[in-house]
């Protein structure tokens, strides 16, 4: 946003390149589902959640990945796309190219997987690396793909090709066809109302949610909040990483009661506050948690996401004022981290 760019911008900058520093926790292989606040609008649900292949059983690797469909619908939004993907993507393209040092909990992450995905087409070349540096050339050429045809891409012409071929090698039922007919559903969010604000969240069954994953919150300047989590489902997804790509592929199918929705709260006061909590055994709880101590017994915001969540493995949140002052806070145990511009 230091270059002018939007809310909606920087969130995807920013899940572009988790994609690459974070490939355990979320990518474009994955899925994502997003809230929007524009002022003087009602809040939007983005649900970039793919479909199964044709004939498939909704497991494993065997369902489309929605992530980039939900870049390409929030960018859609009027008056969205101020800098264009060459700028957005530009820095998640220069990581994959030039390469990243394995952060603490991408290394935890390798050991507790070693022997699990060892042998899964593409992982151990990709992770299991001897000098603490990972590159993914090939990640950053799709990237660059992307940002000179645009983000349909993936879902059409060469890309899709490519994500098909590697993935019929493998033996998942995910066709070209089953990527060029997915979309992104762009639908009015739920609202509930509390005694102090109303809580936001999105239509999305427990199936569509990402269960683990990364949550990104960004506010900007006119006024637009926006909250997401976008993730693989699991820690490294399937494991599969996609040779022709470098994509890694998520494992969605599982049903499991903890997803990883994203949260807003809109305050009486014109206050919106965007958060979340990804990892540790009890999201929504954390959720609530965040919000009971900011909302109802007044706690600072900094206070009301470290407040006592040991149960969370990541917590952040940011409030935008109606004066147009912000607040932000990441639980200060995790590698979460709060970015101004």
Avoid at 145 to 165: C, P, Q, V, W
Avoid at 179 to 189: G, N, P, Q, S, Y
Avoid at 198 to 223: K, N, T
Avoid at 266 to 292: P, S
Wanted: hydrophobic share 45%; with cysteine; net charge negative.
């Amino acid at each position: 946003m230091a270059d002018g760019g939007s809310a909606i911008e920087a969130a995807v900058a920013t899940a572009a390149a988790l994609g690459v520093t974070c490939p355990h926790l979320t990518g474009m292989g994955g899925d994502a589902v997003w809230l929007v606040q524009r002022p003087g609008e009602a809040p939007l649900a983005i649900i970039g959640c793919g479909a199964a292949g044709r004939g498939a059983l909704v497991e494993a690797s065997n369902t489309v990945a929605g992530a980039v469909s939900s870049w390409q619908a929030a960018l859609a939004l009027p008056e969205t796309s101020r800098l264009g993907l060459h700028r957005v993507l530009r820095d998640a393209i220069d990581l994959a190219a030039d390469g990243v040092a394995v952060s603490q909990g991408l290394r935890r992450a390798i050991e507790a997987k070693r022997e699990e995905l060892s042998m899964v087409s593409g992982w151990a070349e990709a992770f299991d690396v001897p000098n603490g540096v990972i590159r993914n050339p090939r990640l950053a050429r799709t990237m660059e793909m992307l940002r000179t045809k645009g983000l349909h891409s993936f879902y059409t012409n060469g890309i899709a090709d490519e994500i098909a071929a590697d993935l019929a090698e493998i033996g998942a039922r995910v066709s070209v066809d089953d990527l060029r007919f997915h979309r992104a559903r762009v639908e009015k969010a739920v609202s509930q109302r509390l005694e102090t604000c109303s809580v936001i969240s999105a239509p999305c069954s427990l199936a569509e949610a990402p269960c683990d994953g990364a949550w990104i919150g960004a506010a900007d300047a006119d006024g637009c909040v926006v909250s997401m989590v976008q993730g693989l489902r699991s820690t490294f997804g399937s494991g599969i990483v996609l040779p022709r790509t470098g994509i890694v592929w998520h494992a969605r199918g599982e049903h499991r009661h903890d997803a990883s929705g994203p949260s807003l709260a809109r305050f009486e006061d014109g206050r919106v506050m965007a958060f979340g909590a990804v990892g540790g055994d009890d999201k929504q709880k954390t959720r609530a948690a965040i919000l009971h101590r900011y909302a109802m017994e007044g706690l600072k915001l900094g206070e009301a996401v470290a407040c006592d969540l040991s149960e969370a493995g990541h917590a952040g949140a940011i409030v935008r004022h109606a004066d147009g002052a912000m607040d932000a806070a990441a639980e200060p145990r995790s590698y979460a981290s709060v970015a101004w511009a």
